[in-house]
């Protein structure tokens, strides 16, 4: 077990595990789709949700596309949410859906809708201000897990949080004080990096298999893999201070993507590890150069024959399939 887990740690321990790669091609015209969520069913035909958005605007939309051949295509009479970053999960064979709302001020929160299908989705929970990737899963014992994403006084610049809440009104009742009280999973972490999860799917033995993000920034944007132990600052960046801070804009982040088995009976996690990195995909567009090495991951779809299907962002700019080596295979189904 590593003392401190750090991103030059993983590194250090990590065996390339994407076996192939493949661009996902959208129906839309002059605008990116990216941060896309893993596919899931819907009236018998398969779907993505994805962030939709100018390459040199601020202006997302989230909007959901079905598979058709080799391409996905917008469903029209989909509902369209002026949000980012989809998510999607299955609880109770309802369809929990949800992104992140930005204000004029740049203050964001996570926002949570319900339906039984995409054509009718009611909102029903915005989480607090500045916490991003709140996400559910529904337990054995049908109680339902909760991990949150604290930043600021409670979680530096990004740590993860686990509560478990009775029903699902129950969490539409939570306060904003409940979602910073959730207990933080146990910081060996550096604190200048950050942590959020994106995917939770429920393993065995009390196991969550958890997927999502380990991050740094690097001073040096033309060489965006090298390593800093700091960052450079002498405290955390609070949710809304990144663009106060000076010299943020121009500092590139760097994302790789991580999994892990998380106890959520013990509140202990294990065989944290990188899945995928940037340099093993084909070069590609990015939003910006300081945005070019972000591998966002929204889910993953686990086969039969030892693989699993990784669905990603990647630069603010292109969505990616890629299959690595199911990173749960050890712990089982």
Excluded at 266 to 295: H, V, W
Aim: with cysteine; charged share 25%; glycine share 8%.
């Amino acid at each position: 077990m590593l003392k401190q887990i750090n991103i030059k740690s993983l590194l250090k321990y990590y065996k390339k595990s994407v076996i192939s790669s493949k661009k996902l091609i959208f129906d839309i015209v002059d605008k990116d789709v990216y941060n896309i969520t893993a596919p899931f069913h819907c009236f018998g035909k398969k779907y993505v949700a994805g962030r939709v958005e100018s390459r040199k605007e601020h202006d997302s939309k989230i909007m959901f596309f079905i598979k058709s051949g080799g391409r996905y295509i917008v469903d029209n009479k989909a509902p369209v949410f002026n949000l980012e970053d989809p998510f999607i999960t299955i609880i109770k064979n309802k369809i929990i859906f949800g992104g992140i709302e930005v204000d004029v001020k740049n203050v964001y929160r996570t926002v949570f809708f319900i339906g039984k299908d995409i054509y009718n989705l009611k909102k029903f929970k915005i989480g607090p201000k500045g916490m991003k990737d709140i996400r559910l899963i529904l337990l054995p014992d049908e109680r339902i897990g909760v991990l949150t994403r604290p930043q600021g006084k409670i979680g530096g610049r990004g740590r993860i949080g686990f509560m478990i809440v009775d029903s699902i009104k129950e969490f539409s009742e939570l306060s904003e004080k409940d979602f910073y009280s959730a207990k933080l999973i146990p910081d060996r972490f550096d604190e200048s990096e950050w942590l959020n999860a994106n995917a939770i799917y429920f393993l065995k033995n009390n196991n969550l298999g958890v997927i999502g993000n380990i991050a740094c920034f690097s001073k040096n944007i033309d060489n965006p893999l090298k390593i800093t132990s700091k960052c450079g600052f002498s405290i955390c960046p609070t949710p809304n201070e990144n663009s106060t801070i000076k010299g943020i804009e121009h500092m590139k982040k760097n994302y790789y993507v991580i999994s892990f088995n998380f106890d959520y009976l013990s509140n202990n996690f294990s065989g944290m590890k990188i899945i995928a990195s940037r340099n093993e995909l084909p070069k590609g567009k990015s939003k910006s150069p300081e945005l070019s090495n972000i591998l966002f991951p929204g889910g993953l779809i686990r086969n039969k024959n030892g693989t699993a299907s990784l669905y990603v962002g990647v630069g603010d700019a292109e969505a990616y399939k890629i299959i690595i080596k199911d990173p749960f295979l050890e712990s089982g189904k």
